[in-house]
């Protein structure tokens, strides 16, 4: 007996064909093996959406491989996982083998597994099934939709828009909820509101704090005492006044545990209470997911990691009930299970949640076996889990109203406390917050009706503004989209990435910026795409999908829709000019290009001329604000507020705003912008020699930079001191990758910008060491030979730097992030150095076999084409 099983990774091939046997050979597709070919006519509406699939090389060859062994085998079990991508991913597995006429009678089977344990694995192979064609539809029809609106839709923002990248029918609504809180932020007025605090202490001498709750019969929020009058009158009141215990009412509550995690919980968990990004949190869970060794044997630790399940399955539940029953005791123990129900918009996935495969495997027992990151996602995701099973928490909130008496008002206020009667859940697990408030439990004094109260210090009347709604957070962007469902959970951390990797949003301080350029292609999208960056709209086509997904909807039908409207909305931009697309700039993104000057004047005029009219412009280098009367008035300034901050009165000719002087050379310290954002310049030039500059870091704000900002940036680099070992210097900067310290040719990253000021000997001799471990851990990569070049010549993959990379010749080239070295196959490098090549870096290596073939049928061409480069030479050549 001779069964073929396919799954995805190479990690999972290995484990599961050690659980099956002999009689099974498991083979891995490495995830998707065709996409979508980045060219027109991938999807042809014309041709009811006839789909042209590819597959690229590195698939090739494994494709390749799962076809001989097909050939041969009695049966082919499609293993891939248990979402809709793995649904996809098997059947266009099974469409290549057909293609390939690989398959003869042999039957075919879908099995899905949500663990990779041996149980779970020998259960699925009992239960298979066949590919579900309407989870394939639904993927067809959202690969489609994704390939039509981004195919069609990004050279729309190449010609109207210079400097933007893409848009996606995710990834532009996600950008429109950062920029639209921005806006929410920079349009919101502060109020003010004043807060009077009593701090008071019973006969018994036992503290507490009291806050006023109502004046003269009138109830007061926390905004209604709105000045320092009505305030002082308030707090001269109080203190007029006898203060007395007017009732006392306590009142038992529960706080009960949250259902184990889904993906976008776990994402948001990890972010609030690990610091992990989305797309780390993924990473990590995917290798619990896959597993590790155990006494010799691979084993998941956690069950699959994308889902929209909160439930557990039975023997989970049971297995979680006895361990809290255990190691808790029954105090701890509901009488009966917890059930959970997801409440998600537009939530489908019949998966489990992710929970450990097996909770008697404790997070102390596994640290010892993962590193760090993977140690902590587990903990979070096991005491998660196994607190979802546990007794809730018994609190009691008690409120007391105190009487001020003695004053012509009548005034009241108010204590509360929560107590924490029995901890529950609370002993194991306590949810993370988005905010900062303090959570804990406040206990009030024992204190009965009538009791008279003593002042202990005067009242503290403190003023007060609201503040604006906060930037979202990669955690609360997540929730957010979940909560309009917008997106699926298998997509929200490669769309944040996509945000971030294509200069649209930054993080500062762990808040999500927009960028000038996101800000402009979302200004864009509403002026002229409104419909597609509609949150309701782009939830409601999730819905449809939905729907294709459960067989209630025709998928093509959706397309059809789709493509109806959103053609229309293109070919209206077609005569669409440049001058109308900055006049629907100007007016979305007024308050922001021109922000109120402090005289009260028009924030439009220019500060340099006074003549001519401010107004965005679009150059080779991006966006700017430039004046009407150019040439004449040369007045330009980056996007967003002036750089003073202001008026623009202090920024010059050009945009160049004056900071000081410079007390060591007496020179000028200016801020300037260039081609590639703001700068600082000391002095002007002297004939051919540069004045001295240096660039803004990442998440510095021009606005706010002032003379001492700037001298720092311009002393750069710094030297911290002498290597203890070598005697050589150890200098500390920015560069291209963030701040680092250097010594003898190794540089060590610094966690932030200030530290590159403030870093000292010590932690700069401990990071360079740490540098050089990591290096020495990846030696086992470095040089590593994968065979020979087609054109002639050894390839081999080293570790760098910045991470690994192949080499060929003088062709270096480096691996895609997240591509395993040691896995990588010499089609791929060919392919990577190349490409490489092909794009300047490095002479493009010459195919023997391809360069003779070439020389025998165009002799022509090629003596045409010599002596001449560039576009000569490929004109020349047809």
Not at 41 to 46: F, H, I, T
Not at 300 to 325: C, F, K, N, Q
Not at 714 to 725: D, Q, T, W, Y
């Amino acid at each position: 007996m001779h069964n073929v099983v396919i799954v995805e990774s190479p990690a999972k091939a290995k484990t599961i064909n050690k659980y099956l046997g002999s009689d099974y050979e498991v083979l891995a597709s490495y995830g998707h093996v065709r996409d979508l070919p980045a060219k027109d006519g991938s999807v042809d509406p014309e041709a009811d959406f006839h789909m042209l699939w590819e597959v690229d090389g590195k698939s090739a060859q494994r494709l390749n491989e799962i076809a001989r062994a097909v050939k041969g085998a009695d049966k082919l079990i499609l293993a891939t996982d248990p979402d809709r991508e793995g649904e996809a991913i098997s059947w266009h597995v099974l469409e290549v083998l057909r293609a390939k006429k690989a398959l003869k009678d042999q039957p075919v089977e879908r099995v899905v597994f949500n663990a990779i344990t041996k149980q779970a694995i020998l259960d699925a192979m009992k239960h298979p099934r066949e590919i579900d064609s309407a989870l394939v539809d639904a993927y067809l029809a959202r690969r489609a939709l994704d390939y039509l609106v981004g195919f069609n839709l990004s050279p729309v923002l190449w010609r109207k828009l210079p400097g933007a990248r893409s848009a996606g029918r995710v990834q532009s609504v996600a950008l429109r909820l950062v920029c639209d809180r921005e806006v929410e932020i920079e349009r919101f007025k502060p109020r003010e509101y004043w807060s009077l605090v009593a701090q008071l202490k019973t006969p018994r001498g036992e503290a507490f704090e009291a806050r006023i709750s109502s004046a003269d019969g009138k109830r007061l929020g926390r905004l209604d005492v709105p000045d320092e009058a009505t305030a002082t009158a308030l707090k001269q009141a109080i203190e007029a006044s006898e203060l007395a215990v007017a009732n006392v009412e306590a009142k038992p509550g529960r706080r009960n545990p949250q259902p184990p995690f889904t993906t976008s919980t776990l994402q948001q968990e990890a972010s609030r209470k690990l610091g992990f990004a989305p797309n780390r949190t993924m990473q990590l869970a995917q290798r619990l997911y896959e597993g590790v060794d155990i006494g010799g044997e691979t084993v998941g630790l956690i069950t699959y990691m994308r889902t929209d399940g909160v439930d557990m399955a039975p023997e989970a539940v049971t297995a979680v009930r006895s361990l809290i029953g255990s190691d808790y005791g029954d105090r701890y123990l509901p009488s009966s299970p917890r059930r959970y129900t997801t409440k998600a918009k537009n939530a489908q996935e019949a998966h489990e949640a992710v929970r450990p495969t097996d909770p008697r495997r404790t997070p102390k027992e596994m640290a010892r076996r993962l590193d760090d990151d993977q140690a902590k996602l587990y903990e979070l995701i096991w005491k998660r889990t196994v607190a979802s099973q546990m007794e809730s928490a018994e609190v009691e909130r008690t409120t007391v109203d105190i009487s001020a008496n003695g004053s012509d008002r009548r005034i009241e206020l108010r204590a509360t406390g929560t107590v924490v009667t029995f901890d529950g859940f609370l002993a194991l697990y306590q949810e993370g917050r988005d905010d900062e408030e303090d959570d804990e439990a406040r206990r009030l004094p024992q204190m009965s009706a009538g009791e008279p109260l003593d002042r202990v210090a005067p009242v503290a009347a403190t003023q007060h503004f609201t503040e604006p709604p906060p930037r979202y957070t990669e955690a609360a962007l997540v929730k957010r989209m979940e909560e309009l469902g917008i997106g699926r959970p298998s997509t929200y951390a490669a769309t944040l990435t996509v945000l971030r990797d294509r200069g649209y949003v930054q993080l500062d301080k762990k808040r999500l910026v927009p960028d000038d350029k996101g800000r402009l292609v979302t200004a864009f999208l509403e002026s002229f795409f409104n419909r597609y960056v509609e949150y309701d709209f782009t939830a409601g086509l999730e819905e449809q999908l939905d729907r294709v997904s459960n067989d209630e909807l025709d998928w093509k039908e959706v397309l059809r829709d789709f493509w109806r409207e959103f053609t229309g909305a293109i070919d209206a931009t077609k005569e669409l000019r440049v001058t109308e697309v900055l006049n629907a700039l100007n007016e979305v993104l007024g308050p922001y290009i021109f922000p109120a000057r402090a005289d009260g004047g028009d924030p439009r005029v220019c500060p340099t001329c006074g003549t001519g009219q401010l107004s965005l412009k679009l150059g080779k280098f991006g966006s700017f604000v430039g004046c009407s009367n150019y040439p004449e008035c040369r007045y330009t300034r980056p996007l967003g507020a002036e750089l003073d901050g202001t008026d623009g009165a202090a920024a010059g000719a050009d945009g160049v705003k004056a900071l000081g002087t410079d007390p060591a050379s007496g020179q000028e310290v200016t801020l300037r912008n260039g081609r590639f954002g703001p700068y600082v310049q000391l002095g002007e030039p002297v004939e051919k020699e540069k004045p001295k500059r240096a660039s803004l870091p990442k998440g510095w704000s021009a606005a706010e930079l002032d003379l001492e900002g700037a001298l720092k940036l311009l002393s750069l680099p710094r030297l911290v001191g002498v290597h203890p070992e070598s005697g050589k210097p150890i200098e500390a900067n920015l560069g291209r990758y963030g701040p680092y310290v250097s010594h003898d040719g190794v540089y060590a990253n610094l966690d932030g910008v200030d530290e590159v000021f403030s870093v000292g000997i010590n932690r700069a001799v401990a990071a360079l060491a740490e540098k050089k471990e990591k290096r020495g851990a990846r030696g086992a990569v470095a040089g590593r030979a994968l065979g020979e070049h087609p054109g002639g010549g050894p390839i081999t993959v080293h570790a760098g730097r910045y991470g690994p990379y192949v080499k060929y010749g003088k062709v270096n080239a480096t691996l895609p992030q997240g591509t395993d070295p040691e896995a990588l196959t010499l089609e791929e490098a060919v392919r990577l150095v190349d490409a490489k090549a092909e794009k300047g870096g490095g002479r493009k290596p010459a195919r023997k076999p391809a360069a003779k073939k070439a020389a025998a049928k165009k002799p022509a061409a090629k003596k045409a084409a010599s002596g001449k480069t560039g576009k000569a030479a490929k004109a020349a050549t047809g």
